[in-house]
């Protein structure tokens, strides 16, 4: 089983840019589909991006296409998710989760980092 553990969340005003880290242990990140996810102030965990462990294909929730980029290595065993132009309603905790599926439901998802806050001020 894999064991992951997020970092480099923040506060950080609204147009700028973070990158979020997973390292993984236990087993390869190659070996899973990796995904981000995250949870608003009162809202449901969301799907954010995810890279399929068949390389089939990345995904990315359509509210963060085009500013968000999710990339593995492979090397040092770790998952990235950077972040640009973030807005106010990004702010969320946002989590690292490993899955055997091709998928992007978390439900789907059985290992999961603890997560980190971001918070992007207006």
């Known amino acids: 089983q894999v064991q992951l553990e997020e970092s480099g969340g923040g506060l950080v005003q609204a147009g700028g840019s973070l990158r979020l880290s997973c390292a993984a242990s236990?087993?390869?990140?190659?070996?899973?589909?990796m995904g981000w996810f995250r949870q608003g102030p009162g809202k449901e965990r969301e799907f954010v991006a995810a890279?399929?462990?068949?390389?089939?294909?990345?995904h990315y929730a359509d509210s963060v296409k085009g500013r968000f980029t999710i990339s593995l290595d492979n090397d040092k065993n770790m998952v990235y998710l950077q972040m640009n132009k973030l807005k106010p309603e990004d702010t969320a905790v946002y989590y690292c989760a490993a899955s055997r599926w091709t998928t992007h439901d978390p439900i789907d998802f059985d290992r999961w980092g603890p997560g980190t806050e971001v918070t992007v001020s207006s």
């Open positions: 236990g087993r390869t990140v190659s070996s899973y589909t």
């Open positions: 890279n399929m462990w068949d390389r089939s294909g990345i």
